[in-house]
């Protein structure tokens, strides 16, 4: 048990970590107070991210947890951009990639529900249906914006925004490409240096598929609504009909759901999508049983995320958590020693060349 002036200091922590948190930057909407994790786990996360985030040289990382369908963390860590060492935080966009396919199902689902399609209508002469469409690869998203925009008479990110995104209060988030000047995240590649990638991946013809920004504040807020089925969103049906196996997945332990993946964790199928992909990371999991859901985005394209996942809950239910490992390659240590062994190599090569120049 902690002792009195323990548990005063870990109980201060908490609230100073919870208030960065709650705070947006200036422009960004107010969000209701968070409902509050213990103070020993809110402390235990911190600092197994600020571990996670120096080991692995991970430029900037926002991290944001569901827990009995509430948001209770939404917090940033390291930076947005190594140029400017500008802080991430709870309201950074990042480039989610994958996780977009769960709006354009939810856009999808949302027709359906008005009768304005039906999952199994075939696309064109082919016998391919919506439905199908939905569990595919990227090239398949992308061809529902065709059949969004044919059923609302509206261009595919009009329909999203107004329709998707603002009512379940996403407002930081879009499918426009984000102003560098304002809070955004920006990519970093490679697997041993770590470099900043020299353009934002933002494509036209990729919107459905991978065109989402979005914040951690606004995921999460996302993944709540679909923990607790929310109504203002979907109907439950619709719900159950997106989460509902409907073939396997290339890899064992995955499944395939309507713009979901279905991942096996134990005895349950978890809604998740996991992505690396230009020069960003994203996971975004669902534990609907427990109304659970973990959001993690990075602007590092190694970081890993499910290990992460695994950190965070082993610290919600409250068991001694190991840190995952860098290969030797990724450690940061190891990347300065190497950087260094590396500089003096091209001073002493420098040095050669100059006395071979040198007369006499």
Partial sequence: MLSRPAAKLL?????????????PQEGAPVADPLPQLTPDRVYALDAAL?????????????VGIVEN?????????????QGTDQPVNAHTLFHVASITRTFTAAAVMQLA????????????????????????DDAAFDALAGIIESATHQKFPQYLQTRVLEPAGMVE????????????????????????????????????????????????????????????LLAPA?????????????????GMALGWQLERHGSEWLPSLTTKRRGFSSLLTLYPSQQRAIVILSNG?????????????SV?????????????????DFQWTLGGLLAMSLLLVAVSAHRRRRPG
């Fill in 113 to 136: 529900e008005r009768g304005q399609l039906a999952l199994t209508d075939s696309i064109a002469d082919s016998s391919v249906t919506v439905g199908q469409l939905l569990t595919r």
């Fill in 173 to 232: 988030s879009t499918f426009d490409v984000p102003l560098t000047a304002s809070n955004v995240a920006w990519p970093h590649a490679g697997h041993v240096f770590v470099r900043r990638a020299p353009n934002y991946p933002w494509d036209e013809k990729v919107l459905p598929s991978a065109g989402l920004s979005a914040s951690v504040a606004d995921l999460t807020r996302w993944a709540a609504l679909h923990v607790n089925r929310d109504p203002s």
């Fill in 301 to 313: 394209e190694m970081t890993p995320g499910k290990e992460i996942r695994g950190v965070i809950e």
């Fill in 69 to 81: 369908g509430e948001p209770v963390y939404m917090r940033g860590f390291g930076v947005r951009d």
């Fill in 238 to 254: 619709s719900y159950d009909a997106m989460f509902k196996h409907r073939r396997d997945g290339e890899r064992d332990n995955v």
């Fill in 11 to 23: 109980t201060m922590i908490a609230l100073v970590a919870a208030s960065s948190v709650a705070a």
């Fill in 50 to 62: 600020e571990r996670i985030l120096q080991e692995f040289s991970i430029p900037g990382l926002a």
């Fill in 316 to 332: 919600l239910a409250g068991e001694a958590w190991l840190p995952p490992k860098p290969s030797l390659l990724m450690r940061s």
